[in-house]
């Protein structure tokens, strides 16, 4: 039913890191459960190519995903979509399918795009919400910034609404694998020139550790004077 890769290194607390994934057997289960045809569930035709390069950053990204799904259940919202980095459209061998690329692929201009780690959107009763969801692993805290400049100009231009139809300015949401590198970036975001050029940041940016959504906290961040919100509330 379900398969998994381990990690060749030791985690923090001493474990060893594991990625499970839906085998063809599991997958099989699920379509005749579900009542669907098998190209219609989520599973790895292959493993060789599963992970590469990114083990740690994408058990992080998936776990924010469960955490996201337990949080909203228990809310009442809809949830209208969760796409991830690591999952593509498009094809390297057919050109019909056009070229293959992250389902978060954003466009900023001819030459150069960003593939967000996630982009979720859900609705309530009072309208439909959207994120984007930046995964910070590791001590490089420029590397951070850049990347959210990259964010918040695609989501002040509208491409992450246009992307999916829903006319706002995206909310970019920053959960960070150790709270140092959070504050280093924190530091950072309150002096970059960069940045000052986005008016109103305060409203869009929000910034919140791993450790405490995995632990249920899903709508706890802080925002860029490090002052606690509930975002999602």
Do not use: C
């Amino acid at each position: 039913m379900l398969g998994s890769i381990t990690y060749g290194g030791v985690s923090r607390t001493g474990t060893m890191q594991k990625l499970h994934y839906l085998s063809r057997k599991g997958a099989a289960v699920v379509a005749e459960t579900e009542g669907i045809g098998l190209e219609q569930v989520k599973f790895p035709k292959s493993t060789n190519t599963l992970v590469k390069n990114d083990f740690l950053h994408r058990i992080a990204t998936i776990d924010l995903m469960i955490s996201f799904d337990h949080w909203i259940n228990g809310t009442g919202h809809d949830k209208l979509f969760f796409e991830v980095y690591f999952d593509t459209v498009g094809s390297q061998r057919d050109k019909s399918e056009g070229a293959l690329r992250s389902k978060t692929r954003l466009d900023l201009d001819r030459q150069h795009f960003i593939d967000p780690d996630g982009i979720l959107a859900y609705q309530t009763d009072s309208g439909t919400r959207i994120f984007v969801l930046e995964v910070a692993n590791g001590q490089d805290s420029k590397r951070v910034v850049e990347q959210i400049a990259r964010n918040l100009f695609a989501s002040y231009k509208g491409l992450v609404g246009d992307k999916y139809l829903i006319p706002q300015t995206a909310t970019l949401l920053v959960v960070f694998d150790r709270p140092e590198l959070l504050k280093g970036t924190l530091q950072r975001v309150m002096n970059d020139p960069q940045l000052r050029r986005f008016e109103g940041m305060d409203k869009y940016l929000f910034f919140g550790l791993q450790q405490e959504v995995k632990n249920g906290r899903a709508s706890h961040r802080v925002n860029i004077r490090h002052e606690p919100v509930g975002i999602f509330d």
